[in-house]
């Protein structure tokens, strides 16, 4: 089964990512192919430079895993040119992409979960 999530709020804001990442951990565990699509302020959590404190989580540590575990990672181009993510900002394996690769993934998914406040 191919699943998409979605995801839109800031990272450390919400627990919509940290949601997006343990969904996505479940589905591999289960053999599914997952993809997390970042929009909106979520795209934040895809930059490398970011610091959390030692007792918070690492998001773009823990996206970088799962892509190395075969999950894509998209993040939407336009949402991160106006929040200043660039390319050599973002985690390595993330893919910007826009809203016909977020439909595409959409229709060539059989589950769909959109994370919204």
């Not at 998409?4 to 919509?16: A, G, H, K, L, S």
């Not at 951990?25 to 895809?46: Q, T, Y």
């Amino acid at each position: 089964m191919i699943i998409t999530i979605q995801t839109n709020v800031p990272p450390y804001t919400n627990e919509d990512l940290d949601t997006a990442i343990h969904l996505a951990e479940v589905f591999l565990a289960r053999g599914h192919k997952v993809n997390i699509f970042l929009f909106a302020d979520s795209v934040l959590s895809a930059n490398k430079f970011v610091k959390p404190m030692r007792i918070d989580r690492n998001i773009p540590m823990k996206l970088q895993e799962l892509i190395s575990k075969g999950v894509e990672v998209h993040i939407c181009g336009l949402c991160a040119e106006y929040r200043g993510l660039t390319e050599e900002m973002k985690i390595e394996g993330s893919k910007f992409s826009g809203v016909p690769e977020m439909a595409a993934l959409i229709y060539e998914s059989d589950r769909y979960i959109n994370l919204m406040p």
